[in-house]
């Protein structure tokens, strides 16, 4: 059975940090690229980060890019968000999910198909990050 479980949310002040970590399960994690999304409330679903597999390559959303880091450790089928100089607007419920294709296919089309749900076949339960003074 295939396991996404996120952690490391929670209530952080604007300009804090959270790292979020997604230890996954029943599959071949090193084979496939991996990705995080967001969902803030009453709003569609946003593609946040994504990484190749093995972690050669990395892509982020113009939203977060220079603020967050997408990382993953293979030996502890890992996959991790660093988030800095973290924003109000930044408040959503994180998930990371293993997108369907290779991660080459997203990056000749500027990665806009992640932003769609049915691009994902594994999701976690999600964490929630609320940025807030």
């Known amino acids: 059975e295939v396991q996404l479980v996120e952690s490391g949310g929670g209530l952080v002040q604007p300009g804090g940090s959270l790292r979020l970590s997604c230890a996954a399960s029943?599959?071949?994690?090193?084979?496939?690229?991996m990705s995080w999304v967001r969902q803030a409330p009453g709003k569609g679903l946003e593609w946040v980060s994504a990484?190749?597999?093995?972690?050669?390559?990395?892509s982020y959303a113009d939203s977060v890019k220079g603020r967050f880091t997408i990382s993953r450790d293979d030996a502890k089928n890992t996959l991790y968000l660093q988030m800095n100089s973290l924003k109000p607007e930044d408040t959503a419920v994180y998930y990371c999910?293993?997108?369907?294709?290779?991660?080459?296919?997203?990056?000749?089309?500027?990665?806009?198909?992640?932003?769609?749900?049915?691009?994902?076949?594994?999701w976690g339960q999600g964490t929630q990050v609320t940025v807030s003074s």
């Open positions: 029943g599959f071949t994690f090193s084979s496939y690229a």
């Open positions: 999910a293993s997108p369907i294709r290779h991660y080459s296919y997203y990056a000749v089309r500027g990665y806009a198909p992640l932003g769609r749900r049915d691009e994902y076949d594994y």
């Open positions: 990484i190749k597999s093995g972690g050669g390559s990395t």
